[in-house]
T-cell receptor, first 113, second 112 residues
Framework: KAGVTQTPRYLIKTRGQQVTLSCSPI?????VSWYQQTPGQGLQFLFE???????NKGNFPGRFSGRQFSNSRSEMNVSTLELGDSALYLC????????????FGPGTRLTVT | SQQGEEDPQALSIQEGENATMNCSYK?????LQWYRQNSGRGLVHLIL?????REKHSGRLRVTLDTSKKSSSLLITASRAADTASYFC????????????FGTGTRLKVLA
């Protein structure tokens, strides 16, 4: 089975722009979670989706949003980028929710200049 | 905020030795997962242990969970240079929180 894929792998944006990141879960997985990883804050939870419904959202400003499509693919969007948004964004999929093994993708490295 | 705290923060051992890293957390959990991360890449899932389990094995990995002490440990036996990585624990709280809280990680270096 193919693993979790994330696109793009690397991205450079300037402050004020917006960005959309994509995550394709493992086939058959219905839950997708997003995390932000920075050297200072470590891994921080962004949101979790299951069957197109957001079930939880982390403590991030409203500039961070996401959605999940009927095929379980997920996107996250960050509007009005700030320098502090530079991070590795990771998505994880699981077969039926967070009580199961979470499999992570390789991440998208976002640099905001 | 970080719920899990890994200990030690960094560990350096010789190939063939065992490596033990610990994770402590603050609130009741449904389950705990251990991950490995190489050089800022994606996380590789190692083991999931549920709150009603005390020990699990996978190859050279052994994970224990003590819910009374709110702690878990990961033991890697007969370590190899390829085990060099950062190791994280992640906990899912009870009552359908639908998220994991990650620890700060242990950086393991295995010397050949």
């Amino acid at each position: 089975k193919a693993g979790v894929t994330q696109t793009p792998r690397y991205l450079i944006k300037t402050r004020g722009q917006q960005v959309t990141l994509s995550c394709s879960p493992i086939s058959g997985h219905r839950s997708v979670s997003w995390y932000q990883q920075t050297p200072g804050q470590g891994l921080q939870f962004l949101f979790e989706y299951f069957s197109e419904t957001q079930r939880n959202k982390g403590n991030f400003p409203g500039r961070f949003s996401g959605r999940q499509f009927s095929n379980s693919r997920s996107e996250m969007n960050v509007s009005t980028l700030e320098l502090g948004d530079s991070a590795l964004y990771l998505c994880a999929s699981s077969i039926a929710g967070t009580s199961y093994e979470q499999y992570f993708g390789p991440g998208t490295r976002l640099t905001v200049t | 905020s970080q719920q899990g705290e890994e200990d030690p923060q960094a560990l350096s051992i010789q190939e063939g030795e065992n490596a033990t890293m610990n994770c402590s957390y603050k609130t009741s959990i449904n389950n705990l997962q251990w991950y490995r991360q190489n050089s800022g890449r994606g996380l590789v899932h190692l083991i999931l242990i549920r709150s009603n389990e005390r020990e699990k094995h996978s190859g050279r990995l052994r994970v224990t969970l003590d819910t009374s002490k709110k702690s878990s440990s990961l033991l890697i036996t007969a370590s190899r240079a390829a085990d060099t990585a950062s190791y994280f624990c992640a906990t899912e709280g009870t009552s359908g929180t639908y998220k994991y809280i990650f620890g700060t990680g242990t950086r393991l270096k295995v010397l050949a």
